[in-house]
């Protein structure tokens, strides 16, 4: 897996590729894969700074577009279940109607809670797609609930442009001795 990496850093070297390099970097990052797409945004910024805009356009489209593919894998999941359980009961129970179990009593499991709180709150809650570790997923499980489709889009491009404006304009305010200092580590 390490080796596939380095080829694709080296495939995509910033400075020879550029903006289709950023919007690759921040596609794949955005789907289920685990890369982050923030130090190559800033590498290249840091190379070109009069690119700032179109480079946080670029990376918020990538972005955009996996969070997209990751809410049209959970729709398709949830269709592909759905079929699945259909089949099923009409094999077990010939054609009849299959019952469905009554649920316990008591305190929900927490995945069903959760669905519970996402549905709640609709599409606004893709303003959070951005953050590490449940960004992803939320826009997966968004598409498991068929949330409506436009607004989920564009509250996770809201979210996703937000987060490389910030981080990417902290970062451009460290120092480059830092940077510099940082690089000499390693």
């Known amino acids: 897996m390490e080796g596939l990496l380095n080829y694709l850093l080296d495939m995509l070297n910033l400075p020879k590729v550029g903006l289709s390099a950023i919007f690759l970097i921040s596609l794949v990052s955005a789907t289920l894969l685990p890369l982050g797409s923030e130090p190559a945004v800033f590498a290249y910024i840091k190379l070109k700074p009069d690119m700032f805009w179109p480079v946080l356009a670029v990376a918020t489209l990538g972005n955009t577009l996996g969070g997209i593919i990751d809410w049209w894998m959970g729709y398709g999941a949830k269709l592909a279940l759905l079929r699945y359980r259909l089949r099923r009961s009409h094999r077990k129970h010939g054609h009849a109607q299959a ?31 951005w953050l ?55």
């Open 132 to 186: 590490p570790g449940i960004g992803d997923p939320l826009c997966t499980l968004a598409g498991w609930l068929r949330i409506s489709f436009w607004p989920s889009v564009c509250y996770m491009a809201v979210g996703k442009f937000l987060r490389y404006l910030l981080t990417t304009s902290a970062l451009l305010w460290v120092p480059d001795d830092f940077w510099r200092g940082l690089g000499q580590l390693f």
């Open 99 to 129: 019952a469905s179990p009554s649920p316990p009593a008591g305190k929900a499991p927490l995945g069903k809670r959760y669905v519970r709180w996402m549905r709640l709150r609709g599409a606004p809650i893709l303003l959070l797609s």
